[in-house]
């Protein structure tokens, strides 16, 4: 069965991510563009590197060409925000990107948009599988035949974009800094994008992990400590003043600091946050997910602003951010916008924003950490991914949101709240938090305490009272 969780539709290729399943979510797809009459609005097909993922990216425009909706098809691979971009500039009720984003390498999958290049919600994701699930047939076009019938338009809005990001921030401020960049697109679509953006602003850029790899180097398309391990060497070892990693899609960053620390994606909303308000004086609540952390909460109230949490998936960012005309909205996961930019996650912009922020305060990644924490306390964030057989997720399932049980955790409880998992909120500040992942058959346990020792010992508690 075809099932979208919080990042689009993934799986394993050849497994359930084939020709026919492709086909299927996109005539699904355009029965439902049918019945809400937006056929004549455009609809945007992208892809990203992954292996078939261009080939796949034809299946879909083929289905839903043939369906009569009008396709303009991206001809080279990019970043996922690219196809948001081009679908809000157009204004496509609805657009998609071939992409199983930081995902291994065996997976592929399909993100879909709504309006204004927003991630699909879950409404929509429901009608799609629903609608699968009733398909009698599926048309279908030849590619080639549907360009010269003019039913499929092709583009590359690439320069568009990267004049976007270029016109938003303060370009002149970053020709001024002389600095030195770092990019790791993880093999991925970041390259060229970022690359162009910092070279207009006269960095001194250099690339490593480019090129065609299907596998990725071994390694997952996931910016974090383990797999930037290079990054981090070469940035301390060379005098970078930042490096910027980017996942498969490009729509999530992992942030190398000048001495070769990484930088936690909770503490590059926090800089961002800060940098927005302190530095540029601008205004507005920020929106994170229950896995990100309360220091923001600080930063906004700091402030006289508010925070606001949602459930896990940009979707609920993008709503609230929309609702609220918040200020920012991000993950800890890695994915963050600004009020002005795409409503999706964009790591290629939030880039060139962490690159303007250390050209106009003059000051470094790490010292202007420094300086949050000086101001707002420290916390610390221990996260853990635990895997699980088939057999045991009822089990998981039935202690966490049936019976749900809880460790002796020694510290004084404030609330429980089961709106996505179950999150802790401790009277002390701090919050524990055990949810199913939303794209892998993973459980996984988010810890915020004062200190390192004390996030991951509750961490283990949690661990262990879950046989995990």
Sequence with gaps: MIRFGTGGWRAIIGDEFTKENVQKVSQALANIIHEDK???????????????????????????????????????????????????????????????????????????????????????????????????EVKAVDFEEAVNDKLIELINPMNEFVDSIVDFIDIDAIKKANLRVLIDPMFGVAKNALQTVLITGRCDVDVINDG??????????????????????????????????????????????????????????????????????????????IATTHILDKIAAGHGEKSFEVPVGFKHISAQMEEDNSLIGGESSGGLTIRGHIQGKDGVFASSLLVEMISVTGKKLSELLDEIYGKYGYAYTAEGDFTFKRSEKEYLYNKIYVEKSLPEFGYEIEKV???????????NGGWALARFSGTEPLLRIFVEMEDKATAEGVMKQLQDFLAI
Excluded at 252 to 268: A, S, T, Y
Aim: hydrophobic fraction near 40%.
């Design 38 to 136: 937006v056929a004549d609005s455009g609809f945007v097909v992208g892809f990203d590197r992954r292996f078939l993922s261009d080939k796949a990216s034809r299946w879909m425009a083929e289905v839903l060409a043939a369906n009569g909706v009008r396709i303009s098809f991206i001809t080279k691979f990019v970043p996922t925000p690219v196809v948001m971009f081009k679908a809000r500039q157009m204004g496509c009720a609805y657009s998609a990107c071939v992409t199983a984003s930081h995902n291994p390498y065996d997976y592929n999958g399909i993100k879909v948009f709504l309006k204004g290049g927003r991630d699909a919600d879950e409404v929509i994701t429901a009608r799609i599988e629903e609608g699968v699930e009733k398909l009698t």
């Design 212 to 289: 065609e790899n299907p596998a990725f180097g071994g390694l997952m398309p996931s910016p974090s400590p383990a797999t930037l391990y290079r990054l981090k060497h070469l940035v301390a070892s060379q005098g970078y003043d930042i490096g910027i990693g980017t996942d498969g899609d490009a729509d999530r960053l992992g942030i190398i600091d000048e001495k070769g620390n990484f930088i936690h994606p909770n503490e590059v909303l926090m800089l961002l946050y800060y940098y927005l308000l302190e530095y540029k004086g601008w205004t507005g609540s920020v929106v994170r997910n």
């Design 417 to 427: 709240s089961y709106a996505d998992g179950a999150k802790v909120y401790f009277k």
